[in-house]
Every structure is written in structure tokens, then in C-alpha cells.
């Protein structure tokens, strides 16, 4: 099955700096690759995903990179803000007949630091 | 929609007895998704349902865990016995379409304490 392997497991960031979390995955099948935000106490929400057929993809101060070539995805938060603050998950898709579930990275413990 | 609705929101229950967590997916939703949050594991993936098939329950612990789907709108997991070592978070999740990958939609999760 898919292995998702997600680093650092924590960052610490002064306000304004970026953030950048990164993640490698085995299955050359997969193609979706969602990053998921989870507050303390909180379920995992999506903020942004990227699919096989795109290097890049921006939504306002957060954007991901995707290396097919290397299997591994990137998350970039930049002018980062104390609200930024929570776990990060990186997760690959495995598809198979009949559904696509996903795989998820063990999480970073972001904190942003005013 | 209300979103993914979850049952009980918080559970603590004695070592050998039975618990139920419950689960409405988001209405139009084909697939469904059990998963399991500790901290030392993080995001675990116990069993997922298309079209309320099971299609891998391979991330099932043991015996003692099963889930069903008896319809569209409803899915059960149940621990019978309950031991300590299953306590965690276990989130529901649904997704609109099977053969498309794309956003799974989380409940809040149900927090199982097994003293």
C-alpha cells in the first residue's frame, strides 16, 4: 500500500516568516495529493490539493509543489499568521477498484510565534 | 447539508464492554471512510465503503473491531470488547464520488476513552 512519510514533525515560525513542510510517498500510482488542517480539538479540513498532471498550485499565501520525478509534495505558507497555528497532514491517494481512499502523513505541529 | 455527523461525541467506557460509534455521511456521498487519530500513530485508516460495499478493511486491528454500512446514510463501528489500548479519536469521513479522488469531508470525531 501507500507509505507517506511527512517532515518536520514540528516548526516553529515567527510571525511573517514562511513554513514549508514536506512529504514523499511510494506508490508511483497515486495522483491526488490534498494537504488537511486540524486545530486542537478540531477535525482535519482541507486547504489546498494538488493533482499528478500539475507542478504547482497557489491559493493566496499557501501554495504546493508536487516532484512526480521524486515523489515528494511540498507545502508553502508564507507571511505566515498566529491563526496558521495547528497540525498539518500531508496524504496520497491509492486507488483502487472502487474507491479512493487516502493515505495520510503522520502530521507538523506547526506554531507560529507572534 | 450539515456535514458528516457523528455519535457520541465523547465515550468513556469500562475495559470489556461493547461501543458503538455512529455516522451520517453528507447526503449524495458515495464512499465512506473510518479512521483512527492517536498520537502515536496519527491518521489511521480502518475501513472504507463505496456505495455501502465495504471495499478494504484491511486497516481493521483485530476481530474485536467491525463496521457496517446498511444504507446510504448510515455507518456503524463497533469495538466488542472494548480494551484501553483503543482509545483515540475516530473520525468519519465521506467523499462524493469513488472513481474521482477528492475532498474527504471529516466529522468532528468521536473521543473513546477505555479505562
Known amino acids: 500500500g501507500e507509505n507517506v512519510e511527512q517532515h518536520p514533525s514540528t516548526l516553529s515560525v515567527q510571525e511573517g516568516d514562511s513554513a514549508v513542510i514536506k512529504c514523499t510517498y511510494s506508490?508511483?500510482?497515486?495522483?491526488?495529493f490534498p494537504w488537511y488542517k486540524q486545530e486542537l480539538g478540531k477535525r482535519p479540513q482541507l486547504i489546498i490539493d494538488?493533482?499528478?498532471?500539475?507542478g504547482e498550485k497557489k491559493d493566496q499565501r499557501i501554495a504546493v509543489t508536487l516532484n512526480k520525478t521524486a515523489k515528494h509534495f511540498s507545502l508553502h505558507i508564507t507571511e505566515t499568521q498566529p491563526e496558521d497555528s495547528a497540525v498539518y497532514f500531508c496524504?496520497?491517494?491509492?486507488?483502487?477498484?472502487?474507491?479512493?481512499?487516502?493515505?495520510f502523513g503522520t502530521g507538523t505541529r506547526l506554531t507560529v510565534i507572534p | 447539508d450539515a456535514g458528516v455527523i457523528q455519535s457520541p461525541r465523547h465515550e468513556v467506557t469500562e475495559m470489556g464492554q461493547e461501543v458503538t460509534l455512529r455516522c451520517k455521511p453528507i447526503?449524495?456521498?458515495?464512499?465512506l471512510f473510518w479512521y483512527r487519530q492517536t498520537m502515536m500513530r496519527g491518521l489511521e485508516l480502518l475501513i472504507y465503503?463505496?456505495?455501502?460495499?465495504?471495499?478494504?478493511d484491511s486497516g481493521m486491528p483485530e476481530d474485536r473491531f467491525s463496521a457496517k454500512m446498511p444504507n446510504a446514510s448510515f455507518s456503524t463501528l463497533k469495538i466488542q470488547p472494548s480494551e484501553p489500548r483503543d482509545s483515540a479519536v475516530y473520525f468519519c469521513?465521506?467523499?462524493?464520488?469513488?472513481?474521482?479522488?477528492?475532498?474527504?469531508?471529516f466529522g468532528e470525531g468521536s473521543r473513546l476513552t477505555v479505562l
Open positions: 469521513a465521506s467523499s462524493l464520488a469513488a472513481s474521482w479522488a477528492g475532498e474527504l469531508f
Open positions: 506508490d508511483s500510482a497515486s495522483n491526488y
Open positions: 494538488i493533482r499528478s498532471n500539475v
Open positions: 496524504a496520497a491517494n491509492q486507488f483502487k477498484t472502487g474507491a479512493n481512499n487516502l493515505f
Open positions: 447526503s449524495g456521498h458515495n464512499s
Open positions: 465503503f463505496n456505495n455501502n460495499v465495504p471495499i478494504d
